[in-house]
């Protein structure tokens, strides 16, 4: 328990900060660090597939297009809640994840991640070719509801004794799902399926040797994932108050992609250091430079100067300044 500790007050002092943030940004960037909690929430769900269970994955814009469409067709047709909404998304981004989890019972390294990469790619297509549902190219637009239904907030709501604004309320909604997305990932890593997953990581043959069920453990991983990125979609659409196909191209993915290997691959604390990059540095890109290529270069330059300098991510940094801390713990009469 003592060991525990630090991360248990690292996670009070997180929680804190983000309970008193908004009370100190204007609007626009409070609307900013909500979006970061849609990532956040995203790749955390590809960290468990990708970091603690080896499994790579370039399609997971797809299952937030999933849960955003979800969303926006409940509020549309049937003028439902937000917790129903949710619930919805979770249950069919599970299905599909067992779906798309199916192939990785045969393909794995850059073989699986072509076939997840395809899944990102159609999504964009199926969306277009499903007008009646989805919208087709124009997307759907969001229905204007009460406060803790789908969105469209108008006046204020109180949050900690506070009168604030529809941003401040779609902060705390995103950012306190965050939280106990994180609380959840946590327990399911130091748990026995954590485990499970870190064992057929490092050895697939090994795994099965000791009595793994591989197809079993690899199907759940996508799974899991899957419901993450279906409820940032969610979330997604929720902030935006529309969605369309150009919301989930196949860049969104790779966005996924690189704020997990960022983060930190196998560290849930360092999945709020790849949510910020992900979202601010494209942001600082432009302000920098709005010439054609040069965002571009820059985010670029910037990937690759993370990867140098944090070759195992921010949470390999966290991991090596909370090791001396830990460490005087377990060895503490």
């Known amino acids: 328990m003592r060991a525990r500790a630090p991360a248990l007050a690292s996670l009070a002092a997180v929680a804190a900060l983000l309970c008193v943030l908004p009370f100190t ?19 955390l769900g590809l960290n468990i597939l990708t970091g603690y269970t080896g499994q790579i994955s370039i399609g ?3 299952f937030m297009a999933i849960g955003g469409y979800t969303t926006a067709v409940m509020s549309r047709d049937h003028d439902t809640n937000l917790v129903v909404t949710m619930l919805m998304a979770f249950a069919i981004c599970f299905v599909v994840g067992l779906l798309l989890g199916l192939p990785a019972l045969r393909l794995s390294g850059a073989y699986l991640a072509l076939a997840t990469f395809a899944f990102a790619v159609a999504m964009p297509s199926l969306l277009k070719k499903f007008s009646g549902l989805t ?16 969105t469209g ?20 909604l995103t950012w306190g ?5 994180f609380v959840i990932g946590w327990l399911i890593v130091r748990g026995r399926l954590g485990r499970t997953f870190r064992a057929v990581r490092d050895s697939e043959v090994a795994a099965a040797s000791v009595g793994i069920d591989l197809a079993r453990t690899k199907t759940l991983a996508f799974a899991i994932s899957g419901v993450y990125a279906g409820v940032a979609g ?22 996924l992609l690189v704020g997990a290997v960022v983060g930190g691959l196998g560290s849930l604390p360092g999945m709020v250091v790849g949510a910020f ?3 601010y540095v494209p942001d600082l890109s432009t302000h920098v430079s709005s010439k ?20 195992t991510g921010a949470g390999g940094l966290l991991r090596r300044v909370a090791r001396p801390l830990t460490t005087r713990l377990y060895l503490r009469p």
């Open 234 to 255: 969610a979330l997604f659409a929720i902030q935006a108050e529309i969605v369309n196909p150009l919301s989930f191209t196949f860049l969104l993915s790779i966005l």
């Open 177 to 181: 799902i965050g939280l106990v997305a």
């Open 277 to 279: 990059f992900v979202e």
């Open 60 to 62: 997971h814009g797809a």
């Open 25 to 43: 940004l204007g609007d626009y960037n409070i609307s900013l660090v909500a979006q970061v909690g849609v990532f956040f929430v995203a790749v």
């Open 292 to 311: 054609p290529g040069v965002p571009d270069f820059i985010y670029g330059a910037a990937i690759i100067l993370v990867m140098i300098l944090l070759p």
């Open 153 to 172: 907030l108008s006046g204020t709501v109180t949050v900690f004794g506070h009168s604030t604004t529809q941003n401040h309320f779609l902060y705390y």
């Open 135 to 150: 919208g087709g190219g124009q997307g759907l637009r969001l229905l204007e509801q009460a406060p803790l239904q789908v």
